[in-house]
């Protein structure tokens, strides 16, 4: 009875265990060209870091996505929050553009690699009219 019951459970424990390899070889492979592009910016001195702190750091952090604790566990409607919570801040002049930045209007250009993200939104006022001239 107890090669039966190996029998029966030995594949199913085996197709298990290649789904989750399967499965994991995503992340891994994110994390591996991630790697490659932290490594090649330290090596090309594009980091703020000095190069020995700024390779330790991507080893560190493709470590950290490997053992999946990278990630907060914050879902979308997390992070919107999250974005138009820092908009509070913002003189409020300015709020409505910062919210609708936060939630993924405007333009964007440059990159992290290059030093930032710059987020531009245009918005259209009418002219103010010009006061009447004061009468005599």
């Known amino acids: 009875m ?5 029998n029966t459970l030995l594949p199913a424990l085996l197709l298990a265990l290649a789904t989750s390899a399967a499965l994991a070889l995503p992340r891994d492979s994110q994390a591996d060209a991630t790697y490659r592009q932290d490594r ?10 000095d190069r ?37 801040r913002v003189l409020e002049a300015d709020r409505t553009a910062c919210e609708r930045m936060a939630l993924g209007e405007g333009t964007r250009s440059g990159s992290v690699a290059e030093g930032g993200v710059l987020t531009q939104i245009t918005t259209t006022v009418p002219a103010v009219p010009p006061a009447p001239a004061a009468s005599r």
Not at 40 to 49: E, I
């Open 2 to 6: 107890p090669h039966l019951r190996l």
């Open 52 to 88: 020995h702190t700024c390779l330790k750091e991507a080893g560190a952090a493709r470590a950290e996505t490997r053992r999946h604790s990278l990630d907060n566990g914050e879902g979308p409607e997390q992070l919107r929050a999250n974005a138009l919570r820092r908009c509070q």
């Open 40 to 49: 090649a910016a330290c090596l090309a001195g594009r980091s703020a870091q």
